[in-house]
C-alpha cells in the first residue's frame, strides 16, 4: 500500500529526533542545577514612580497624602507566604538519568526525559509521594564484536512511597523520598533485525518489567506562596533479569529539574 511507508519508524528521523530531545533535557538540567544558585536571589522590592506634585497647589499639597519620591525602594516580600501547610502538590520537570542496557555492556546510556510526581501530605512532615518517569536516548553495545552505535532504548518507571520535610525555611527546603515500584525496559525495538536478547550481538537485555527505585529527594527554591522551582536528585535502582540464572541490580544516578506547585488546600 501507498501510505505504508508514511508510518513506518524509519531510522535517521527517528534517531535523529530522540537524540534532540535527549539533549534538550540533559542541557535543561544541567544548566538548572547552575540557575538554581542565583534563584535565591529574586526581586524583593519595586520601585514606585510617584506622580509629579504640581507646583502651582501648594496647599493642597499639603493636606494629600505623602507619595514617596521618584525612585524610592519600597521593600515587599514575595515569599510572605510560604507556610508548608499544603495538603497537595505537583511537579513537573526535565529528567536525566544513566542505565546499562545490557548485563555484560562496558558502555552505559545517557537517557533524557520526563518526570512527573505529585504529593499529599499526611502531616506537617511526613507525606506520600508518586512518581511517573520516562527516559529515553540511545545506547551502544561495546565490547560485543558485532558493535552497533545508536540502538533507542527507553526505561519508563512508576513509584510511590514515604517522603520527609526535613530541612526548610521560607526560602528553601529540602523533603527526603524513598521510593519503590516497578521499571520498564524496551530495549529490543531498535535491533534491526538482529537477534535480541543477551546473547544477540547487541547484548542488550530482554524488554521487561523489574523491580525501580529511586531514593534522594527535592531541593526547593521557593518563588512564591504556590511556585517553587525543584531540583530532584536520586540514586536509580533498577533489577533487569539478564539470564535465566540470576538477576543484574543497578544503581544509576538520575536528577530532574522542573516547576512544583502547591494548591491552596491545607494540611
Known amino acids: 500500500m501507498w501510505g505504508r511507508g508514511l508510518f513506518e519508524r524509519r531510522h535517521a528521523i527517528y534517531h535523529d529526533e530522540v537524540m534532540r530531545f535527549e539533549k534538550l533535557a540533559s542541557r535543561f538540567v544541567r544548566v538548572a ?19 509629579s506634585q504640581p507646583q502651582s497647589a501648594p496647599a493642597a499639597t499639603a493636606q494629600a497624602p505623602q507619595n514617596p519620591p521618584n525612585g524610592v525602594y519600597i521593600s515587599t516580600d514575595p515569599l510572605a507566604g510560604v507556610k508548608y501547610d499544603n495538603r497537595y502538590d505537583v511537579t513537573v520537570g526535565l529528567a536525566s538519568g544513566h542505565i546499562h542496557a ?13 518526570d512527573i510526581s505529585g504529593s499529599w501530605w499526611l502531616t506537617k512532615h511526613w507525606g506520600l509521594e508518586g512518581s511517573a518517569r520516562g527516559y529515553l536516548g540511545t545506547s551502544g553495545t561495546a565490547p560485543n564484536p558485532d558493535s552497533l552505535d545508536g540502538l533507542f532504548v527507553a526505561q519508563y518507571m512508576f513509584l510511590a512511597g514515604p517522603e520527609y520535610q526535613w530541612l526548610h525555611n521560607k526560602h528553601a527546603d529540602v523533603v527526603l523520598h524513598g521510593l519503590v515500584g ?46 517553587v522551582f525543584r531540583v530532584t536528585p536520586d540514586a536509580l535502582l533498577t533489577g533487569y533479569d539478564g539470564t535465566s540464572q540470576y538477576p543484574h541490580t543497578q544503581w544509576n544516578f538520575g536528577i530532574s529539574a522542573g516547576v512544583e506547585y502547591k494548591f491552596k488546600k491545607k494540611r
Open 33 to 51: 542545577v547552575f540557575a538554581a544558585l542565583f534563584c535565591l536571589a529574586g526581586p524583593a522590592g519595586m520601585y514606585a514612580q510617584a506622580p
Open 182 to 227: 516497578g521499571a520498564y525496559g524496551d530495549f529490543n525495538s531498535d535491533l534491526r533485525g538482529h537477534t535480541p536478547g543477551p546473547s544477540g550481538p547487541a547484548g542488550f537485555y530482554n524488554n521487561q518489567t523489574s523491580l525501580g527505585g529511586a531514593f534522594g529527594g527535592h531541593i526547593d527554591l521557593n518563588r512564591s506562596a504556590h511556585w
Open 102 to 114: 545490557g548485563p555484560n555492556l562496558r558502555e552505559g546510556a545517557d537517557l533524557g526525559g520526563l
